[in-house]
């Protein structure tokens, strides 16, 4: 696959949490969708944001906006996950990328069930997608799992923005991209 990819569309959600129940991706909405185009040397071409209403649970925890650093506010004036999938297409139109990839498999199932919630989802999500988690663990030779904090700090790399925005976590998941680009 390698050869037919000069950039990727990185993708890292956030999505509603509490930590007062289990949660599951069947439970959780999208918030936020960060994107960074990159190339796999790990130069961002342009990033975004795109913040979402939530429907079932449109009031954010206080863990939730106290992790993510996102206000409530923000939120329930945000676009639907509709109108948000439309807004990110219509970013995407203009950048040229061959597939995209997320930290782990998380983000991909969060998207399936989005899709059959609200009948859609954004254009990359027909795309091939990447697991650069599972790449990084055949990098290392490990099984167990490898956050992207861990991951920037076994390379000396400082977190940068902050951490559990989709836009900054999308952009330093791009930075571990010329450590994974032989896989991809």
């Known amino acids: 696959m390698k050869a037919n990819i000069n950039h990727l569309?990185?993708?890292?959600?956030?999505?509603t949490c509490w930590d007062d129940r289990p949660q599951s991706v069947e439970d959780m909405e999208v918030i936020e969708f960060g994107l960074?185009?990159?190339?796999?040397?790990?130069?961002?071409?342009a990033s975004h944001s795109e913040l979402v209403k939530p429907t079932v649970n449109p009031i954010l925890s206080s863990f939730c906006s106290q992790l993510?650093?996102?206000?409530?506010?923000?939120v329930l004036m945000a676009p639907s996950f509709e109108e948000s999938t439309v807004l990110i297409n219509k970013w995407l139109?203009?950048?040229?990328?061959?597939?995209?990839?997320?930290w782990g498999k998380y983000d991909y199932?969060?998207?399936?069930?989005?899709?059959e919630r609200h009948n859609c989802a954004p254009i990359f999500f027909d795309k091939p997608h990447i697991n650069l988690k599972a790449l990084w663990q055949k990098k290392l030779g490990k099984k167990r799992r490898t956050g992207l904090g861990s991951a920037l700090k076994f390379l000396d790399l400082e977190f940068e923005g902050q951490p559990h925005r989709g836009e900054d976590d999308a952009c330093n998941i791009a930075r571990i991209l010329p450590q994974l680009e032989k896989w991809i």
Do not use: R
């Open 9 to 15: 569309l990185v993708v890292d959600l956030e999505a």
């Open 109 to 115: 199932n969060q998207i399936q069930v989005e899709q």
């Open 68 to 74: 993510t650093g996102i206000d409530p506010k923000d």
């Open 93 to 102: 139109e203009n950048y040229d990328y061959q597939a995209w990839a997320s």
């Open 36 to 45: 960074a185009i990159a190339s796999l040397k790990g130069e961002v071409l």
